[in-house]
């Protein structure tokens, strides 16, 4: 492995003993020390791969294609999508859990209705941008 991904590896293991040392052993704690993990990773990869495709851009090789962008373009269309209907999935049940179902409740709506606004909003303005920019 590259430096950058052991680099990687040890923070995200970092930051989850961390989160397991503030908020305990019990279910709560690993559960944030896990998401702790993720997320650390997530961004250490991503920064790992933004520093590859510039070492390749500098020497002078074809970072993408056209057909790369656009399936690349597709699938983050389709997650950007399913996230929607993940929100939209959680706030029905939320609905259905606290009016009908013997379910335990999340107890956040306003977070989940502003997160579900917030996505739809970024969606709505990429959508704008890309159409006026996009000449016919």
């Known amino acids: 492995m590259k430096r950058t991904q052991i680099a990687t590896v ?7 003993a961390a989160a397991l040392w503030v908020f305990g052993t019990g279910t ?15 961004g250490g990869f991503m920064v790992d791969r933004m520093l590859v495709k510039r070492e390749d851009r500098l020497q002078g090789f074809a970072v993408t294609d ?25 706030l ?21 209705l502003l997160g579900l606004m917030a996505q739809l909003a970024v969606y709505f303005v990429a959508r704008v941008t890309l159409t006026k920019s996009v000449k016919r």
């Open 28 to 42: 709560f704690g690993l559960l944030s020390a896990a998401n702790v993990a993720v997320i650390i990773a997530i």
């Open 92 to 112: 029905w049940y939320e609905f259905a859990a606290e009016n009908w179902m013997p379910w335990p409740k999340i107890g956040s709506p306003p977070v989940l």
């Open 10 to 16: 040890v923070v995200a293991l970092a930051g989850a």
């Open 66 to 90: 056209e057909r790369t962008m656009l399936l690349e373009g597709k699938a983050g269309r389709a997650a950007f999508m399913l996230g929607n209907y993940v929100w939209l999935a959680l």
